[in-house]
């Protein structure tokens, strides 16, 4: 693309306007962040068009860049707290039910404790921050392996918390807040 004839960059951004947005609100990012991350990335590829060589290749170009920032924006909020953090943690959290919030993270500590070795090595070390391709080649593991024993232990760690709570989520399926199913469950 030649980034002296705008006209051709310009329709190209316009179009693919849209799918950006799509493929960063599918990855998880809250509306606000997709919106902000599809601005950020037609910028950078506005001010980088000269780098297409070729017009085809123009849509992998874009997203590549696209791979990249949300990548960026990940690393970046990697500090916020999960809402399995803010559970494990919750005796810091206020709430109406301290005392449930509390025992709930005493009861996921337990259950992370129960799972197989091998699912507890994975969950543990993602929960401490490590990223699945750093947990791979520590263990000298193929990363698909690591990625099903971390599906797997999130998939039995959920199915005992369910087992006890009431789970609210919101629009993206994130946890926001929840109750014991019976008053007894966490006696």
């Known amino acids: 693309m030649d980034a002296h004839d705008v006209s051709p960059v310009c329709t190209f951004l316009r179009e693919e306007g ?3 947005l799509r493929a960063y609100f599918r990855r998880r990012a809250g509306w606000a962040d997709a919106e902000d991350l599809a601005q950020e ?7 980088r068009c000269e780098d297409v060589a070729e017009a085809s290749r123009a849509r992998a170009w874009l997203f590549q860049i696209a791979r990249r920032q949300f ?11 999960t809402p399995v ?4 943690s919750a005796e810091a959290c206020p709430s109406p039910a301290p005392a449930f919030r509390r025992e709930l993270g005493h009861r996921l500590r337990e259950d992370l404790g129960a799972l197989p070795e091998e699912q507890r090595e994975v969950v543990a070390a993602l929960l401490d921050g490590e990223r699945q391709v750093e947990i791979a080649r520590r263990l000298a593991m193929p990363l698909s392996t690591i990625k099903s024993r971390a599906q797997r232990g999130r998939q039995r760690l959920l199915e005992r918390a369910e087992q006890r709570c009431v789970f609210e989520r919101d629009a993206f399926g994130r946890v926001v807040d929840c109750e014991p199913r019976t008053p007894a469950c966490c006696a």
């Not at 990335?41 to 001010?47: D, N, V, Y």
């Not at 990548?71 to 707290?81: I, K, N, Q, T």
């Open 18 to 20: 849209p799918g950006l």
């Open 41 to 47: 990335t037609l910028i950078k590829a506005w001010r």
């Open 71 to 81: 990548a960026d924006h990940c690393r970046e909020r990697r500090e916020v707290p």
């Open 85 to 88: 953090d803010a559970a494990v």
